[in-house]
């Protein structure tokens, strides 16, 4: 879920002591957990909390604590010592920092509760590293456009991108205090990858040593390009069309209604309700499809999993691993989440059925996908490709800068991500 940001959701529980406790790998009877939370997730935690204290008999107490960066955090803590039992993964960054989590194959394989042939595809490709598996998805999270239905008509939320275009323009109205924006253009720049999809492009090139940007700049006929370049110059009408207003990117203006399209993951609508104090008239749908012909409605899947810190012991946060992915466990913390659960047969469930969101999300999960799995394109994206997009939007905005046009922009991603690739390599 990232960052996304991607929200994710932490544990607390009561002491049960048990006998054989030490053999699990603890003589204190704690574990500590650490995740990456934000906006409504505190009242999630302390609800799986009191569902936790109710439930579980491994005789652990659990503590948590929130980390801006569960990876960044890990990989400090690994130095030092502090590292806690068990995390909350965000499992798109497996493939750079496998380093920092236990291998599970030999517990996975011995484990009577845990079958991954039972969980979504495209989760586990993130977590399984060559015959490695460095944690069990939890939740699906696919990101996808939110519209603000009291600022617009059924008619008007788009299916192509043509019509994106036409209700971003439609919706656009006003100056100063007055303005309403149609889209929020400025979130563009982590949207990149989920067009890509929306159109049927490939973005990364996986099948050389190390990977490559899939946009062949030195031909600008070939497919990879043409692929790209639709993207970009979607987005740059876009940011045309809105003028990429300072500030009109942040939950307070979508909370005060100059905003009426948002990208952002399926539980957007929870974080909103926890700021404003009350639910918004919202309704949630995928990317928009390139045309009626072409590509398809999808979603960015995000989400997270559990992993056991290479520097903690593997018994211990395998036991807890396994309690928490047993189906009436597993089912209460994405219920309480309100996140798809990664366990396939889990989705049927009642909670599922009752949300329009959570069946839209899954109506959309054939045409979804997860990042592309190559060691380093977490940095690639954040590094480069974010900063590609920001300084177009500033020349869109005040005609500064020199990434101009989607020439500009494609070159510079191509170039300084086959140079991240090759950097991640090496380290």
């Known amino acids: 879920m990232k960052k996304k940001k991607f929200a994710a959701l932490a544990v607390a529980a009561s002491l049960l002591v048990v006998p054989g406790l030490a053999a699990c790998g603890s003589s204190d009877g704690k574990i500590v957990v650490w995740c990456e939370a934000s906006g409504a997730d505190k009242a999630v935690m302390d609800s799986f909390v009191e569902y936790f204290n109710k439930n579980n008999d491994l005789g652990y107490e659990m503590t948590y604590k929130i980390q801006d960066s ?20 965000p499992r798109w960054e497996t493939i750079t920092k496998k380093k920092l989590v236990h291998d599970l194959s ?44 009291d600022l617009m008509q059924e008619s008007q939320i788009p299916a192509t991108w043509d019509e994106l275009k036409a209700s971003t323009a439609a919706l656009t109205s006003g100056s100063g205090s007055d303005q309403i924006v149609g889209l929020d253009a400025y979130n563009l720049r982590g949207q990149f990858y989920s067009f890509m999809l929306s159109a049927g492009g490939t973005l990364v090139n996986n099948t050389t040593t190390p990977p490559t940007m899939n946009i062949d700049t030195s031909d600008k006929s070939s497919k990879s390009y ?37 990208f952002g993951p399926s539980n957007y609508n929870s974080t909103i309700a926890a700021l404003k104090g009350s639910p918004m008239n919202m309704k949630f749908v995928g990317y ?77 999960l054939p045409a979804c996908d997860v990042r592309p799995i190559a060691k380093g394109y977490s940095n690639v994206e954040t ?7 920001d300084a177009l939007r500033e020349y869109i905005r005040g005609g500064s800068g020199t ?22 390599a090496i380290m």
């Open 383 to 389: 590094t480069w490709i974010f900063s590609t997009i």
């Open 106 to 149: 030999a517990k996975v394989e011995a484990s009577t509760v845990i079958d991954l042939a039972d969980y979504n595809e495209a989760a586990r490709r993130e977590l399984e590293i060559g015959n490695a598996v460095y944690g069990i998805p939890t939740d699906l999270d696919a990101w996808g456009l939110w519209c603000n239905m």
């Open 288 to 364: 928009p499809a390139k045309s009626a012909t072409e590509g398809a409605v999808t979603g960015m899947l995000g989400g997270y999993s559990l992993a056991i810190p290479k520097t903690k012991n593997l018994d211990k946060g395998f036991s807890v691993i396994e309690w928490w992915m047993t189906d009436a466990n597993l089912q209460k913390y994405c219920e309480l989440y309100s996140l798809l659960p990664a366990k396939t047969s889990l989705q049927n469930a009642e909670f599922v059925q009752n949300s329009e969101i959570l069946t839209t999300m899954k109506e959309m």
């Open 70 to 89: 569960v990876t960044a955090s890990l990989n400090s803590a690994a130095m030092g010592g502090s590292a806690p039992d068990l995390v909350i993964w």
């Open 403 to 424: 990434i101009k046009n989607a020439e500009n922009a494609l070159e510079q991603i191509k170039r300084e991500g086959d140079s991240q690739f090759q950097l991640e």
């Open 226 to 262: 043409k692929d790209a370049e639709s993207v970009m110059n979607l987005f740059i009408d876009l940011m045309t069309e809105t003028g990429c207003p300072a500030d009109y990117h942040t939950d307070d203006k979508f909370i005060e209604g100059k905003v009426a399209m948002k």
